[in-house]
Structures are given as structure tokens and as C-alpha cells.
């Protein structure tokens, strides 16, 4: 028996790393050194990620995953995987599988018994909720808000109710859909937007819907959005808004 056929096949390895969520130098060492080191990426905007990349010299090839023809690219790759390959799946920013379309591709590793790895780091979700200001003990995670009024008020109108903050992705058309329905339904309720964070132009607004509708009126959100709604308190603060 020859040297090469008495050595064992190599293990395929699903990494799954977290990616700057605008700051490009927010990322662990760990993770670049995966970045460097994998046969492939798997990216969800290989644009973004091919910026990233290039800031931290990596050279590493890259491969679409997303946004259309998911279950066809995760049978490829869970082929490669099976085969001995090391492929790192990554969003277009920040922790995958956090409102992205991961999920198929790592239930499909598990199923062929590929290990799966984490490699933890930023996310939108986690940094919002640091600075909000508001009681997040307990939260519920809408992934990103629907643009139509219709859709919006069946998205959040019975979790407005509870006594669970509330965090959820926004652009600019949901979170104007979604102030107005706060202002009507729960006027007194607490909220903060966590805008472009980590980058120069990273803002916080927090107060009452009507409130941060003013502070927007005079300096209108930029993108990347993320929205923390205070749960109910015990004092009912649901209610129509008065007249005037």
C-alpha cells in the first residue's frame, strides 16, 4: 500500500464566520486566519465580501450563496464538504444565518454529518441591543420588517402587547411604516434606532415613536437599520394616541 493511500481523507469543515457589520478592522484574529486558510467562500454578497478580503490581504477563492438557487448551491458545496474541503459560509455583514438564507446549507451539513464550526463575532442584533438603553433580559428577534403597512401591522401588532422588547431590522420604508403604527398603537412606548453602526456615520436615536419621527424629520436615517422596541410595562402604555 502506498504512503498516499494509507493516509486518512481529510474532514470537511462547514466554518460559519462572522463578518464586520461596517467597521472593516471588526474582526477576530480567529476568523481571518479561517478566512485565509479555507478552499472556498461562500458569501451571500461576494461584492462586500471581496472588499473585505482585499482590506486584509486574503486571496482566498470566492463562490455565491445566494440570493436565488440556494438548495442547488448547498447540494454543491455539501458535496465539497463531503469531500474533504474547507469552505467558510459568511452574510454580507455581520453573524450568518441571522436573517440571511444560511439555514439550508447547515441543516444539509448536518444531515451528511459535516461538522459544522462557529466562529462568533459581530452582529447588528447584539450591538443594537448593547446600546439601546432599554431592559433586553428578554427579546424577541422579528428578523427583517416587511415594507407594506398591511404586512407590518400583521408582523407586529399582537407582539406590541407584550412584555418582551421587541428587535428587528429595518429599512427606511418598514421603519416609516412601523413608527406610524407604534405612534397609533403604543405612544408612550420607548424605542431606539441603532443606525450605520460601527462606521463614522453610526447614529442613536431613542425616545417615543413621535419623537424620533421629529428627530428623523431634520436628519433622516442613513441605512442599516436595526429598531429595539421597549416590551410593555405594567402601567398600560398601549392605547390610541389623543387628538392634538
Same mark, same amino acid.
Given at each position: 500500500m502506498s504512503l498516499q493511500q494509507s493516509q486518512p481523507r481529510r474532514e470537511g469543515i462547514l466554518y460559519l464566520v462572522a463578518v464586520p457589520i461596517g467597521h472593516a478592522d471588526d474582526i477576530t484574529l480567529r476568523a481571518l486566519r479561517v478566512l485565509r486558510d479555507a478552499d472556498l467562500i461562500a458569501s451571500e454578497d461576494p461584492a462586500a465580501t471581496r472588499r473585505l478580503l482585499a482590506h486584509h490581504g486574503i486571496d482566498t477563492a470566492l463562490t455565491s450563496y445566494g440570493p436565488t438557487g440556494i438548495k442547488q448551491k448547498a447540494a454543491v458545496l455539501v458535496d465539497r464538504l463531503k469531500q474533504g474541503q474547507r469552505i467558510v459560509l459568511v452574510s454580507d455583514c455581520g453573524s450568518p444565518l441571522i436573517a440571511d438564507p444560511g439555514s439550508i446549507l447547515v441543516a444539509s451539513a448536518h444531515a451528511h454529518n459535516v461538522r459544522v464550526v462557529s466562529i462568533p463575532g459581530p452582529s447588528a442584533l447584539t450591538a443594537a441591543l448593547s446600546v439601546a438603553g432599554l431592559p433586553t433580559d428578554c427579546f424577541l428577534f422579528l428578523g427583517q420588517l416587511p415594507d407594506t403597512k398591511r404586512a407590518l401591522r400583521r408582523v407586529l401588532a399582537n407582539h406590541l402587547a407584550d412584555e418582551t422588547a421587541i428587535v428587528a431590522f429595518c429599512t427606511i420604508d418598514s421603519l416609516s411604516c412601523a413608527l406610524s403604527m407604534i405612534e397609533q398603537?403604543?405612544? %408612550? %412606548?420607548?424605542?431606539?434606532?441603532?443606525?450605520?453602526?460601527?462606521?463614522?456615520?453610526? %447614529?442613536?436615536? %431613542?425616545?417615543?415613536?413621535?419623537?424620533?419621527?421629529?428627530?428623523?424629520?431634520?436628519?433622516?436615517?442613513?441605512s442599516d437599520i436595526t429598531i429595539v422596541i421597549r416590551g410593555r410595562t405594567k402601567r398600560t402604555d398601549c392605547g390610541r394616541a389623543r387628538k392634538g
Amino acid at each position: 500500500m502506498s504512503l498516499q493511500q494509507s493516509q486518512p481523507r481529510r474532514e470537511g469543515i462547514l466554518y460559519l464566520v462572522a463578518v464586520p457589520i461596517g467597521h472593516a478592522d471588526d474582526i477576530t484574529l480567529r476568523a481571518l486566519r479561517v478566512l485565509r486558510d479555507a478552499d472556498l467562500i461562500a458569501s451571500e454578497d461576494p461584492a462586500a465580501t471581496r472588499r473585505l478580503l482585499a482590506h486584509h490581504g486574503i486571496d482566498t477563492a470566492l463562490t455565491s450563496y445566494g440570493p436565488t438557487g440556494i438548495k442547488q448551491k448547498a447540494a454543491v458545496l455539501v458535496d465539497r464538504l463531503k469531500q474533504g474541503q474547507r469552505i467558510v459560509l459568511v452574510s454580507d455583514c455581520g453573524s450568518p444565518l441571522i436573517a440571511d438564507p444560511g439555514s439550508i446549507l447547515v441543516a444539509s451539513a448536518h444531515a451528511h454529518n459535516v461538522r459544522v464550526v462557529s466562529i462568533p463575532g459581530p452582529s447588528a442584533l447584539t450591538a443594537a441591543l448593547s446600546v439601546a438603553g432599554l431592559p433586553t433580559d428578554c427579546f424577541l428577534f422579528l428578523g427583517q420588517l416587511p415594507d407594506t403597512k398591511r404586512a407590518l401591522r400583521r408582523v407586529l401588532a399582537n407582539h406590541l402587547a407584550d412584555e418582551t422588547a421587541i428587535v428587528a431590522f429595518c429599512t427606511i420604508d418598514s421603519l416609516s411604516c412601523a413608527l406610524s403604527m407604534i405612534e397609533q398603537t403604543a405612544p %408612550r %412606548r420607548h424605542l431606539t434606532l441603532a443606525c450605520d453602526l460601527t462606521t463614522p456615520s453610526q %447614529r442613536t436615536l %431613542r425616545g417615543t415613536a413621535h419623537q424620533i419621527q421629529n428627530l428623523l424629520a431634520s436628519h433622516p436615517a442613513l441605512s442599516d437599520i436595526t429598531i429595539v422596541i421597549r416590551g410593555r410595562t405594567k402601567r398600560t402604555d398601549c392605547g390610541r394616541a389623543r387628538k392634538g
